[in-house]
């Protein structure tokens, strides 16, 4: 876990470097190209098998949300702190959470009432609505959270079908398929260093969730989450030593509230699955 925050911090660091040079739309198609040519054997294979028509629909929603997010994602990355992106980010947990709640018929007891209550409040501090003025790059990681954790909702009911490298790789063709007419239209003539810094982009975007899952397989989540939070710790000294950003102790404190609430929910849920597996043995 530790190696996967600081590989996402560096997918947010390099985002944040290019600054807008290319418009986002582009700068994504070119990261998600160069993921099909990681999961091209994943990808190769799952194509041949084929899927069902309901789960060409569920790939297709996917992947069409995934578009909206990742173009949300790159615009706020080039306007905001990388600190309050990364914290803001921590909403993704908390819409899949909420949205099992109302999609998926998952029960939403008190307790992880009040620690959704807690995430919130804690994306307030970071944001901190009517004490300052938000920049349009505030609003679109807003989007971008509320549109990954809608992503990850319909992920989760593809993995009951298919299996997760496959579901993987068909996201990231979708998403390149729904990309490319929107890159098509703002496109600009990018520099080889551009395109290479993209492409190290979906390295260690790659890197990371590879190193997320070895993490989760080795170890249970209620010990994996909460080192989450040193992203945010790895996220402020990016800000501060490379971008020359202030330390916002608001965004570390927001952020360590939402993370709190976060591990908290994942603490409660292991403590539920543990409870009910001698009650499914009797």
Known sequence: MLATGLCFVAVNGIVRWLGGALPAPQSAFIR????LVFLGPVLVPGLRSGF???IWRLLSLR???HVLAVIAWFYAMSRIPVAEA??????NPIVVTVGAA??????LALRRVAAVGVALAGALVVLRPGLRDLDPGHLSQIVASLAFGASYLVAKRISEHVPASVVVAMM???????LAPLAWAVWVP????QVGWLGLVAVFATAGHY?????FAAAPLTVTQPVTFLQLIWASLLGIFVFHEPLDGWVILGGGMMIGAITYITWREARLRVAAIPAAAE
Request: charged share 10%.
């Open 32 to 35: 998600f190209v160069f993921g």
């Open 52 to 54: 069902s028509p309901r």
């Open 63 to 65: 992947g069409a949300l």
């Open 86 to 91: 990364t914290a803001i980010g921590f909403l």
């Open 102 to 107: 109302l999609f998926m018929g998952e029960r």
């Open 172 to 178: 990231s063709l979708t998403v390149s398929v729904g």
């Open 190 to 193: 990018p520099t080889w260093g």
């Open 211 to 215: 190193t997320m899952t070895r993490a």
